[in-house]
């Protein structure tokens, strides 16, 4: 049970008390420190955060951009001599190392393994350009090589969700960093070529130091996935993070997202290109059907007009109009031959000998042919002859023919 009298103090009373003990410490203020490289990052901000590690133990560290301007960066492996004050992160209570000044010792030992691996690897051609394959850009299946509680595993699922649904997805879960980690990649890239029909492989893990991300620098998991049958991408790490695992797939990313996102199109880019080849489509379809439609008015237009019963009608208003026309033009020829009729009536009226007869005149033919006695010479005494008048026919008989004697021209 707490004493009344306990004296109590607050967290931040007790940071306080640490910064200060660790600040006021001549032997902790100016000191060099001698360590490996990890876990750097460079901020937006230009300073710098990293770890300073060995055997035993981990010192955070940080040099702002008043110090880290103008040098060139840290990699991750890379041994340095670092000097620099101790002090106290209160905000996370942690001890911090605040450097003003590095100088480069060498290249750790993880670091001359990975280079020495990656010379080994790079002289067996498995880096060379010829035989990286192309990635799909569509896949129907995605294998997915990472540990099922990773949270590079959500980025790609929410990723490849939002951009390509219609992949499926085939996760082949493994450890990704620790102690057995190299063998179950192995095994994953093993798996998903033998018995899954994916189209393409994603290696993928979170950032990390060049410990966390080891096993993707193993020597059996580089020979796995340049042995692999399906085209390979790595997501590992962040942008800064390189592993002998990039090297060998057969194309690279500079995180998991990003890996999903080089293997995945856009959806909605892709209804928008299927939207306007409907819209197209569409406008095409209607232009068509109206063409056809006008075509189908013409045919029926043309059909309607050559159409038996059209064609009788027609040829019966033709031939109606034939016999009218007909019909006029006879009457116009009968009145025509009426008053040319008449005209002749008239005219052989005026020219008839019956006129003649009428005025004493007679008109002789001869019995035995018929033919007009127009001078005495035309019949002999004796002969039959028969006298036409006005008003009838006299028979007769000829008893002696007197022809007149010539007249003589007046002057002789």
Known sequence: MIQAATQFYSVGAVMQYLREALEFDEQLQ?????????????????????????????????????????????????????????????????????????????????????????????????????????????????????SASAAALRDIIRTLRLRWPLARVVLAPTLVQGDGAGEQIVRALTWLNQYQAVDVILIARGGGSIEDLWAFNERKVALAIAASNIPTITGIGHETDSTIADFVADYRAATPTAAAVAISPDIMGLRLLVADARQRLSGAAHDHLDALRDDLADAAHRLAREHPRVQHDRARARLTDAVATLQRQMQHRLSLERERLSGAALHLQALSPLLTMARGYAAITRDRDGAPVTSVAKVAPMEDITVRLHDGTLAATVTAARPHPPVRPQGD
């Open 30 to 146: 100016g000191i060099w420190v001698r360590g490996e490289v990890s876990q750097f990052t460079h901020a937006a901000s230009g300073h710098w955060y990293f770890s300073l590690k060995d055997a035993e133990a981990t010192l955070r560290c940080v040099m702002f951009r008043q110090r880290s301007a103008g040098l060139p960066r840290l990699v991750p492996g890379q041994e340095i001599f670092a000097h620099g004050n101790l002090g106290l992160y209160a905000q996370r209570g942690e001890v911090q190392f605040v450097i003003d000044q590095v100088e480069d010792v060498g290249v750790g030992v993880l670091y001359q393994r990975f280079l020495a691996l990656k010379a080994e690897l790079e002289a067996l051609g498995l880096f060379a350009p010829e035989r990286k394959r192309a990635i799909p850009t569509s896949p129907a299946a995605i294998g997915v090589v990472t």
